[in-house]
């Protein structure tokens, strides 16, 4: 193990970095490598580990991101040097300007942290985002995670691969430390920018890394050693909690990750509840929620049939109760309308889309018969956003009228989806149905037929309630 005073021969350095990069390359399918590039020795080796796996392996590629945090003057010297350094190792930089926005209970740290992964996860598309984290960088997470009170995946720290919500996250440099990185830098002459703020003991990060951690030293010398044992342990206890728990998991959400069946759930078993739901929720959230948002989740699973509530999370989702569902919410724009539009609805014509909030609505021939479709005398629909609750229409198939309250309920739509599904009416004035839901009794079927669609885009999916009771 090398230390900051050792250094590396280059061939050693080289065989090294040769090393991770079979490791890395046995550990993803060939895919463009999309590295975040800072110019620090931490992604400056990870940017040449990547070129050399590229050329090591068939059907691997790689392209460079810098972020422009725009919060330092230093950021031009930062640019200058990653072009220059991606030049030499002839490799594509893209650049990309942040707009970081301060939001409450929510640390600088971790504002500049969200939108630098949105930022580089918008250049990954199908790749591997590769990130030069490193052992000491773990280490530091351990403490981090041990202040927020996190449970064993949150201790566990950073793995080698990740994949999640967000995609294909890759780790190379994890076996490594800061020292062993700064000395391959140094043996592979590869040239490095130094980060002042750093050395800022505002940021959490730096306060565990310049003063937690060397005082800890002074005492127990081998902590980082002791921390790296106790990630691994977490690690393998959460994935044999994962293996035990994943038959339940997959019985009880959907297909799209997005609803949790509470009927017959053992409330009892506080333990299995509360992992249950810390899993239903990792599937989207770059955090798993607090244990008192959990509880609050259990508390609210308990409740009568109609019980209702919102149990907020981390970057705006939410958990809702609907039916014997659990519903885990993006953060949600309804259409916004105006005055007119509230009042007398929106024309939509056949090909035309209508894009308002989170959603999209189009009207569109029908190719299929989904039971949401009808005939128009005038090519061309009013959608009626604020209806009343107590408005009477017979779905087709059904033998009596039913409230628009009461049919909301018969088909399963969430309280908070309601008011982006509107009726629909031909250009007479008469109902043809509620769309993603159902067709009226009345509606026509004589002539070309049409759908409606409606799009919500932060799920990229089509709605569809037609499986009413």
């Known amino acids: 193990m090398a230390t900051a005073k050792e250094q590396y021969s280059k061939a050693k350095a080289q065989e090294i970095v040769w090393r991770l990069a079979d490791k890395l390359a046995a550990a993803v399918r060939p895919t463009c ?3 975040g590039l800072s110019g620090g020795p931490d992604s400056t080796l990870l940017l040449y580990l990547c070129r050399e796996l590229c050329a090591r392996h068939v059907g691997f590629s790689v392209k460079a991101v810098h972020c422009i945090h725009g919060l330092d003057a230093d950021d031009p010297i930062w640019l200058a040097h990653c072009q220059k350094l991606c030049a030499h190792l002839k490799v594509k930089l893209t650049v990309k300007k942040l707009n970081i ?8 740290e971790d504002s500049s942290r969200q939108e630098r992964y949105r930022a580089l996860l918008e250049e990954v598309g199908d790749g591997c985002l590769c990130l030069g984290h490193q052992a000491d960088d773990n280490c530091e997470n351990f403490f981090l995670a041990l202040k927020r009170g996190s449970g064993p995946q949150g201790l566990s720290g950073m793995r080698l691969v990740t994949r999640d919500a967000r995609g294909l996250i890759a780790r190379p440099l994890l076996t490594l430390s800061r020292a062993q990185v700064e000395a391959l830098t140094q043996a592979l002459n590869l040239p490095t920018v130094f980060d002042i703020s750093n050395t800022y003991l505002k940021f959490e990060r730096n306060f565990v890394r310049l003063q937690v951690l060397p005082l800890m030293q002074t005492r127990f010398a081998k902590i980082k050693q002791a921390v790296a044992r106790s990630q691994e342990l977490c690690a393998l206890e959460h994935d044999l909690a994962l293996r035990f728990i994943a038959p339940q998991l997959q019985a009880r959400v959907d297909d799209k990750a997005v609803r949790f069946d509470c009927s017959g759930l053992d409330f009892q078993d506080e333990h299995l509840c509360l992992m249950l739901l810390r899993s239903f929720c990792q599937e989207k959230l770059r955090l798993p929620p607090e244990l008192n948002r959990l509880r609050e989740a259990i508390r609210l699973m308990q409740g009568q049939n109609g019980a209702v509530g919102l149990i907020s999370l981390e970057d705006g989702y939410t958990l809702r109760r609907s039916g014997n569902y659990l519903y885990l919410v993006p ?13 007398v609805g929106v024309k939509l014509q056949p090909g035309q889309t209508l894009q308002s909030g989170d959603f999209c609505y189009s009207l569109q021939e029908a190719t299929d018969d989904e039971g949401l479709t009808f005939s128009l005398p005038t090519p061309e629909l009013t959608l009626i956003f604020k209806a009343p609750g107590q408005t009477m229409l017979q779905p087709r198939g059904r033998a009596h009228r039913r409230s628009l309250k009461k049919l909301y309920g018969e088909y399963h739509i969430p309280s908070w989806l309601r008011p982006a599904l509107p009726l629909f009416a031909d250009v007479s004035g008469h109902t043809l149905g509620l769309a993603a839901a159902f067709c009226c009794a009345a509606a026509d079927t004589s002539g070309p037929l049409y759908t409606l669609k409606v799009y919500w885009q932060t799920r990229e999916q089509y709605l569809n309630f037609t499986s009413g009771i």
């Open 33 to 35: 490598l999309c590295v």
């Open 101 to 108: 926005v301060y939001q409450k209970r929510i640390s600088p």
């Open 331 to 343: 953060p949600l724009h309804l259409p916004k309308l105006s005055p007119t539009e509230q009042k």
